[in-house]
């Protein structure tokens, strides 16, 4: 890759699985298999080339309502992925934070999420950002409703310490595949300045060049900030 300007944090949202199995005559749960492979292959391409933080939307709470089969096979994936078997998640030692209401799974899985957090929680390569059973307005509602349950006013600052994201600067780029131009209720608060890039490859397909690419689009980019000048 060319000298770059490189993201801090950079946000996936890893949309097209179903449409990438459909094509291959294959059910959609194997297009959500791949898409599991390829994420572990493209967040640690992301930390190999410097990026500190990598945010992943795995499941939306919309996602909640589709049916219960297709559900039951992303639990279980889920399921395999934080296992309790798995002592590396990446082939570096990142910090896994889980982002959402994890109450909706099964409670085998809870358990080893919370067991992977507290695991995984010294590790110093980067942090990955896991959104399950994550929606941005439900985010936002809840971190009102706690501001009122306090009975304070907020600010910016004190806001984005209620939200889950708590700690962890903004995303600098956010990429969608699948071809979609939409947010999909996603990080909408912490989007505000994010520059986004949208790819027409599905997830299972986006490859670590396609990665590359979207961070040279992204170095090319003029981020202003609402100022008049450029950095
Ligand atoms: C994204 O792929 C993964 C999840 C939402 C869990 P989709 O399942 O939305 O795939 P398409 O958009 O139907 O192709
Ligand atoms: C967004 O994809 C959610 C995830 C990638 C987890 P969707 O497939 O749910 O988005 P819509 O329904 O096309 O907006
Ligand atoms: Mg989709």
Redesign the pocket.
């Known amino acids: 890759m060319k000298r770059i300007k490189l993201p801090v944090h950079i946000a996936f949202i ?7 199995a459909k094509r291959r005559f294959r059910p ?1 749960a194997f ?2 298999r791949a ?1 599991v492979q390829n994420m572990t292959k493209i967040c640690s391409h992301a930390f190999r080339l410097g990026v500190r933080i990598v945010t992943v939307y ?3 709470t919309e ?1 909640l309502s589709r049916p219960k089969e297709e559900l039951d096979e ?1 639990f279980d994936l889920f399921r395999s992925y934080f296992s309790k078997k798995k002592e590396r998640f990446l082939d570096m030692d990142v910090k896994i934070n889980v982002i959402g209401d994890i109450t909706v799974l099964p409670e085998d899985i809870q358990e080893d999420i919370i067991d992977v957090m507290e695991r995984t929680s010294v590790n110093t390569d980067g942090l990955m950002n896991i959104c399950i059973n994550y929606g941005a307005r439900q985010e936002i509602v809840r971190a009102v409703n706690e501001a009122v349950a306090f009975g304070r006013f907020v600010d910016e600052a004190s806001f984005h310490n209620l939200l889950s994201t708590k700690g962890i600067p903004d995303p600098d780029l956010i990429i969608r595949t ?1 071809g979609e131009l939409r947010l999909s209720n996603f990080l909408l608060y912490q989007a505000a300045y994010s520059e986004l890039y949208f790819s027409d490859k ?2 299972p397909e986006f490859s670590r060049r396609d990665l590359e690419k979207a961070i040279e689009n992204y170095s090319a980019r003029d981020r202003r900030f609402g100022n008049v000048r450029g950095n």
């Open positions: 890893m949309d097209g699985n179903g449409r990438w959609r297009g959500h898409g795995a499941l939306s996602n992303l699948g599905m997830w």
